[in-house]
């Protein structure tokens, strides 16, 4: 089985700040990493995701996130961020192996509101 | 990344009625679709799989006769709240999963509002 842990339910940044949104997973099996994004009443984008290779990952919007296998982390970083990123934030993991074990499993949320 | 769309978008329904919510994979043959729910301000809950031409798999405490799930073509999965309570109000959300099972593409979403 897999869990999710996002450390910050809130990270309230400045406009043109750099943010970092923390994500932890735990598994016995090797898994892939995603980041999606939620808009208010919309579904789920993804932003990014890591699946083999170089630990750091680019996505759209200027976001990137790097894989830590030792600590078992998946940042998310933005150097500058905008109005615009206000959303929610969904961190999850997906078994690597296993049949029809892929299933999403997502941390709970990080809610990233950008002030001007 | 292939576009999921979801019917209707929003639905406001009396205690007791039933309602059906459709997720379409609008240029991708979906032989997998995974159903949500999610309550405000939490994450997604995996409430079910559905496989195209067989009976959807639920998660552990979902009841399966209350969440209808119907996968009769690689385009369309329904999902039908029966009897719905109060309590049945929430968000739900479908995705498909990518060629590469590694993914999914989620739905816009539909808000179910039972009073």
């Known amino acids: 089985a897999q869990s999710v842990t996002q450390l910050d339910s809130q990270v309230p940044v400045f406009e043109e700040a750099p943010v970092e949104l923390r994500c932890n997973y735990s598994?016995?099996?090797?898994?892939?990493l995603f980041w999606y994004v939620q808009y208010p009443n919309q579904g789920l984008q993804l932003l990014l995701k890591?699946?083999?290779?170089?630990?750091l990952v680019k996505g759209i919007n200027g976001f990137e996130a790097e894989f830590n296998k030792s600590q078992t982390s998946f940042h998310l970083r933005k150097p500058s961020v905008h109005i615009s990123d206000t959303a929610e934030y969904f961190c999850?993991?997906?078994?690597?192996?296993?049949?029809?074990?892929?299933?999403?499993?997502f941390g709970k949320g990080t809610l990233l509101t950008v002030n001007p | 990344g292939a576009v999921v769309s979801q019917h209707p978008s929003w639905v406001i329904c009396k205690s007791g009625t039933s309602v059906k919510i459709e997720c379409r994979s609008l240029d991708f043959q979906a032989t997998t679709m995974f159903w949500y729910r999610q309550f405000p301000k939490q994450s997604l809950m995996l409430m079910a799989t559905s496989n195209e031409g067989s009976k959807a798999t639920y998660e552990q405490g979902v009841e399966k006769d209350k969440f209808l799930i119907n996968h009769a073509s690689l385009t369309l999965s329904t999902l039908t709240v029966t009897s719905a309570h109060p309590e049945d109000s929430s968000f739900y959300i479908c995705?498909?999963?990518?060629?590469?099972?590694?993914?999914?593409?989620f739905g816009p979403g539909t808000r179910l509002t039972v009073l």
């Open positions: 890591y699946l083999s290779g170089s630990t």
């Open positions: 995705s498909i999963g990518g060629s590469s099972y590694n993914e999914q593409f």
């Open positions: 999850a993991v997906s078994p690597k192996s296993g049949g029809s074990n892929y299933k999403l499993t």
């Open positions: 598994s016995s099996v090797s898994v892939y």
